[in-house]
Each structure stands twice: as structure tokens, then as C-alpha cells.
């Protein structure tokens, strides 16, 4: 039976008294850009723009052997398009990602029907995949290169009205699409998924589907179906998944995913009774599920991700990454663990 299934607004106030007077301002500026095409405009002129070719982001590697995203103030790039034959005025097809706290907007543009080496020799970097330059770049740069790619994505697959079959047209923010014939606005659009890691009290339950990399275990996760509560999409995914039922549920934090398309992962903690434990793996999604001890979790989260013994038998048992929301949960649920059982 289901005794308390409830979501509970767990840190989510923290840090958001710091600099709030700016953070208004800015956040303010940002939605006028999107509204004020003139406004737009102006801030693109004064503003930077960061490339992609075909959706994989433009890297430059600093001597330090650092990977940074490199910013193109909208005159070098007009110049370097312009060099490279193109009409420098693409650079205004650029979309807006946010403003830096110094009310400095961020941009972002696909060249893909530029030769990629030639764009690669005049910016000096590289285009590299997304899913290498999501884990290669710093912690605050690679959200913004999911986001560009997300929106790039967005757009790049909404050129026409689903309802018309006519061409739709971007405003200048590239927040929104419309179709002029019938009036209907486009704005992009994420998948809601929960993700969430289930406990039994003493132990917590990861999977493997078959696509993950060797020894890879991660929190289950899943599409929310349309009209369902997160709550009852936690419920249903584990219910199908693991053939568990989840009593309770914990807020933890959420995230942009990019891959393979834009998800919105809502994270949460699970709890099911400790007499209610015996996993029923559905194999059509998951390669394997299986309860692991706080001991095993602490040394799989000790490891380099992946670590570097591929043929090893059986496989080292590793976690997803740090920027991997599963990542939070795990250490979330090992210092919960550490601090009502540890010693015990
Ligand atoms: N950031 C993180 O820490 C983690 C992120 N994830 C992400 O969570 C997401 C969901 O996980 P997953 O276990 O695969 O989900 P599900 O368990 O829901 O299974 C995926 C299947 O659901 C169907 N589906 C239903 N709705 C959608 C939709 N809107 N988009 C795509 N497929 C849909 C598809 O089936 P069919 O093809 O048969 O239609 C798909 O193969 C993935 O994007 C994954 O990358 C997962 C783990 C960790
Ligand atoms: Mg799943």
C-alpha cells in the first residue's frame, strides 16, 4: 500500500538570496530580449556567440591543456564569415542563450553549411561531438553548450508548422517560432523524465540497460506519460522496471539532459518497505537491476569515470559522472547513509 507518497521541496532555496538584486536585473534584460526585437538585435551586436557545425560545439584547447568554449564577438565572426565567403549578415541568425552577470548576452550559431575545416582553421579549435564536450569542458560552461545544442536542435527541426505544413519564422531571440497563416507559436520543448534512486533503507537499487558503457550502473529512470503526476511516473517506471513499489519519495534536484534529445530529469529519492525487496527485472529496458551495500557505492563513486580497465571480469562497477544528476542522488543517498546508519 502506498503510505506517504509525497514530494518535499528539499533545498531549493539555497543560494537564492545571494546577489539578488542582479540577478532581477538580469533576468529581466533576458526576458526583454526576447520580447524587444530591436532590443535583440543590439545585444547581439555587443554580445558574444559561440559556434556549433552540424550540433557539435567549437573547442579550443588552452596551453594548459584545458578545453574552453570560445567566444566570438559578433565583428570577429562577422569577419571570419565573411572571409570564408559567406554573408557575414548570418551571424544575426544566431540564437540567445542568457546574459552574463555583467548584463553581456551569449549567443549561439550553427555553421554547418560552412566547410568544417575551414571554420575550425580561422577559430582555431575544434568541433567535437557533444557527448565528448559535455564531460570534457568546466562545470559552468557545459550546461550552456547543452542548451545551445538543445536550441539549435529546436529549431533546426521546426521549420514548418505541423497543423499548416507552411514555413514558421523565428523572432530574433530564436525563443519562439510562429506560422504566419494560421498563427500558431512553436516554443521548445524538453521531455519531462524522473529519475529516481530507490532505497531499502540500508541498501540502494541501480540498473544497467544494455546500451550503457561496460560496468555502468545508474538510478532508474523514465518518460513521464501524458497527464501523469511525477510522482506517479516515479511510481509506474519503478513498478515496470524493477517490479517494486515505491512508498515514499524525496525531492532532490533537476536537470537539462541532452542526450539523446532534451530531457527535464526531476530527481527524487525512493524508499521502498525493507520486506518489500525482491526485484522482478523487465528485460525489454533493463540489461540488469540489483541492490547494492554502502560499501560497494562508496567504491564505485572512488573510481574515475569510466575507469580504465575495460576487459576486466566481471566488470569494475562504476556511476555516472559528476554532472550526471544520478551522480547527485548516489552521493546524496551515501551521506544520508553516513549519517543516520554509519556506525551502527
Ligand atoms: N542525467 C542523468 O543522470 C541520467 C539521464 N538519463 C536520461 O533519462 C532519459 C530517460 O531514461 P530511459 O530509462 O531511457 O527512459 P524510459 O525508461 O522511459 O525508456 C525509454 C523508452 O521510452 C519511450 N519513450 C516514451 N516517451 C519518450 C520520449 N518523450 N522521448 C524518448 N523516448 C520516449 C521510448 O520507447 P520507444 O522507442 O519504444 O518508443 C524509449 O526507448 C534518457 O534521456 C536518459 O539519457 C538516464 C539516466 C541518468
Ligand atoms: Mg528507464
Not at 517490479?243 to 537539462?256: A, I, K, N
Not at 521502498?272 to 533493463?286: K, Y
Amino acid at each position: 500500500m502506498l503510505r506517504c507518497l509525497r514530494v518535499l521541496p528539499a533545498r531549493v532555496t539555497r543560494n537564492f538570496s545571494r546577489c539578488c538584486s542582479n540577478y532581477v536585473a538580469r533576468m529581466r534584460f533576458i526576458n526583454k530580449l526576447k520580447e524587444d526585437e530591436g532590443a535583440c538585435l543590439t545585444a547581439l551586436e555587443s554580445g558574444n556567440i559561440f559556434l556549433y557545425h552540424t550540433l557539435a560545439p567549437l573547442l579550443r584547447k588552452t596551453q594548459q591543456g584545458v578545453f574552453q568554449l570560445p567566444l566570438l564577438p559578433f565583428k570577429d565572426l562577422e569577419g571570419i564569415l565573411n572571409r570564408l565567403g559567406k554573408d557575414g549578415s548570418m551571424v544575426k541568425d544566431s540564437v540567445l542563450i542568457t546574459c552574463t552577470e555583467q548584463n553581456r548576452a551569449l549567443f549561439c550559431l550553427d555553421v554547418g553549411e560552412l566547410d568544417q575545416q575551414a571554420v575550425e582553421k580561422e577559430c582555431g579549435g575544434n568541433f567535437v561531438d557533444l557527448r565528448k564536450a559535455f564531460f570534457t569542458l568546466r562545470g559552468e560552461e557545459a550546461p550552456l553548450v547543452a542548451r545551445g545544442q538543445a536550441l539549435l536542435r529546436w529549431h533546426q527541426g521546426n521549420g514548418f508548422c505541423s497543423a499548416s505544413g507552411k514555413p514558421t519564422t523565428r523572432n530574433q531571440a530564436g525563443s519562439q517560432r510562429v506560422c504566419h497563416s494560421n498563427g500558431l507559436i512553436y516554443y521548445p520543448k524538453m521531455s519531462p523524465v524522473i529519475i529516481t534512486l530507490v532505497s531499502d533503507g540500508k541498501r540502494c537499487l541501480l540498473a544497467r540497460q544494455a546500451s550503457f558503457p561496460r560496468g555502468m550502473f545508474s538510478a532508474l529512470a523514465g518518460f513521464c506519460d501524458m497527464g501523469e503526476t511525477l510522482e506517479e511516473t516515479l511510481r509506474r517506471e519503478v513498478a515496470e522496471e524493477v517490479g517494486l513499489e515505491v512508498v515514499s519519495v524525496r525531492y532532490s534536484g533537476s536537470q537539462h539532459w541532452p542526450f539523446p534529445q532534451s530531457s527535464f530529469m526531476v530527481a527524487c529519492h525512493a524508499t521502498v518497505s525493507p520486506g518489500n525487496t525482491q526485484v522482478d527485472v523487465d528485460h525489454e529496458e533493463l540489461e540488469e537491476a540489483r541492490w547494492f551495500t554502502l560499501e560497494e557505492i562508496r567504491a564505485a563513486l572512488k573510481l574515475r569515470t569510466p575507469p580504465r580497465n575495460p576487459r576486466d571480469q566481471p566488470p569494475t562497477i562504476w556511476v555516472p559522472p559528476s554532472y550526471a544528476i544520478a551522480h547527485k542522488l548516489i552521493r546524496e543517498w551515501v551521506d544520508d547513509q553516513e549519517l543516520h546508519y554509519d556506525g551502527e
